[in-house]
């Protein structure tokens, strides 16, 4: 595959420059996570941190943000493939998220097309023949946002020094040395655990643009609260980034999934359904409204969560139920204080800017209401165990065949994938390959029921799901807890590439 044109001589010397400069500090605070996660499994529980009460009393803002980007109502995401680009630019959301992280999978022909393709979307060149169907940009399009990889995910086609580049490093570095000059400036960045981490997002902002020459505070970030620990550090991960912040996202599914990580091994922290586990319930809406309150207080957007269902042309009761649940979701969202949504599907931008549309009227957002009637409360963050609902053998059957449907899509290549009438990424894998381990960690169900269930589904998947069956079975059921992404499934990824 050619990646001269992407990986110039240029480009080349700034990614290692920027390895060289802060991959030692990612791996500190790589270490930094395991060394918590190792104090939460010996008892320790979340709190906010005593030695930063300053910043969260003190009466400081963010840096103001663009105009062009005051108004975010609804956003759309997916991943960085060239028609998914054309279709969400056009889509009519006020905002699309392209994205090299749960949604692309990192093959590195997707990584390096996908820089290929936003280039081409900044300079309005972009286009698609399918031979069915010609793809091209409207007048009017929306913002540009991307979202690199986290920072615990490697980019192992590209070495500095011997040693693999941060993934995080690599898609924001070459985005940005590519596009500054065309306004590729706004991003979302993922899978934070502390202020230190933003910190280092921040430095890594300051360095690129004093290397490029360009002025100080042109990139502005969106912080992804999808982890239970950088819940309780909002205010401080606002404040490292107050420079270059664009405020902060509700992450809901990764935040489900943070909680099982970090805290599932405690009875009290048992998830029941997936589905189950919505906005509305008591963890989750205390996180919701303590986010909407940080971000107002310091003068930025708050976002809300993503409505993954896509709408059937097949089925007309089915897209009238879910229709109406996005309704609600939106409608939700929207009379808590946030200033846009996400969607996964164009359809749904239509129903999600009426939510807003109600609430907002002409105003760009509604940054000016403070919600002092919120107060920030680790017990409220922490009673998942007021969570209503049941583990059911449908459930872990959902999560059996969703998950190594996913897997499957996965290794492949595709990293959105459409199962179920759900655009379901990599947080869906997590998701149900980590409830399967609390389960069986807290006796909820046992390893007969996995393997039925699992035998029952493969046979209705087929041979071709068998290496992804193999896997998905190894991360769910083993004692220990590992990374999803970072090692077996990356490993036959990257083997299957070879």
């Not at 890594?204 to 999808?226: D, H, M, N, P, S």
Request: hydrophobic share 40%.
């Amino acid at each position: 595959m050619r990646t001269d044109d992407v990986l110039t001589r240029d480009a080349v010397s700034f990614l290692t420059d920027l390895q060289r400069e802060f991959g030692d500090r990612r791996r500190e605070l790589l270490a930094r996570r395991a060394e918590r996660l190792g104090r939460l499994a010996d008892g320790e529980l979340p709190d906010f941190l005593a030695e930063t009460t300053d910043v969260r009393a003190g009466d400081w803002r963010v840096a103001p943000f663009p105009e062009e980007i005051a108004d975010r109502r609804v956003e759309i995401t997916g991943p960085v493939d060239r028609k998914m680009v054309i279709n969400a630019l056009n889509s009519g959301a006020k905002v699309f998220m392209a994205d090299f992280e749960d949604a692309n999978s990192p093959t590195w022909e997707n990584c390096i097309s996908g820089q290929r393709n936003l280039t081409d979307a900044l300079e309005r060149t972009i286009s698609l023949d399918t031979g069915e169907k010609q793809y091209a940009l409207k007048d009017e399009v929306a913002v540009l946002f991307v979202r690199p990889r986290g920072w615990h995910l490697d980019e192992r086609h590209f070495e500095v020094d011997g040693v693999p580049m941060s993934g995080s490093l690599f898609d924001f570095g070459l985005y940005f040395l590519r596009n500054h000059g065309r306004n590729g400036r706004y991003f979302y960045l993922p899978k934070l655990e502390s202020h230190l981490e933003a910190r280092l997002w921040n430095d890594v902002f300051v360095f690129t643009q004093e290397w490029l020459g360009v002025a100080q505070g042109t990139i502005k970030a969106t912080v992804l609260i999808e982890t239970i620990l950088a819940a309780f550090e909002m205010d401080e991960i606002l404040h490292e980034l107050r420079e270059h912040s664009a405020g902060l996202n509700a992450g809901r599914w990764d935040y489900i999934f943070s909680v099982i990580k970090k805290l599932g091994h405690r009875p009290e922290f048992v998830l029941p359904d997936r589905a189950a586990v919505t906005m509305a319930v008591p963890f989750m809406r205390a996180y919701c409204e303590l986010l909407v309150k940080t971000c107002h207080r310091r003068g930025v957007h708050a976002m809300g969560g993503m409505a993954a269902f896509i709408p059937s042309r097949r089925d007309a009761d089915v897209n009238a139920v879910a229709l109406e649940k996005v309704r609600e979701d939106k409608d939700r969202e929207a009379s808590q204080g946030f200033d846009g949504t996400w969607v996964a599907h164009p359809d749904l931008v239509p129903v999600a800017m009426e939510s807003f549309d109600r609430v907002l009227g002409h105003r760009p957002n509604q940054i000016e209401r403070q919600r002092d009637d919120v107060e920030p409360r680790a017990a409220a963050l922490l009673d998942v165990a007021a969570t209503p609902g049941d583990v059911t053998e449908d459930g872990l059957r959902s999560n059996v065949s969703v998950g190594i449907q996913y897997l499957a899509a996965w290794l492949h290549g595709s990293g959105a994938v459409a199962i179920n009438n759900l655009m379901e990424d990599a947080a869906t894998a997590e998701i149900s390959r980590s409830q399967i381990w609390q389960w069986l960690r807290h006796d909820r169900i046992d390893e007969a029921d996995v393997r039925r269930i699992t035998e029952e589904e493969m046979a209705k998947l087929g041979p071709d799901y068998d290496d992804a069956r193999t896997i998905f079975e190894q991360i769910a059921t083993q004692p220990d807890f590992v990374e999803f992404l970072t090692l077996p499934a990356y490993d036959r990824l990257v083997a299957i590439e070879s």
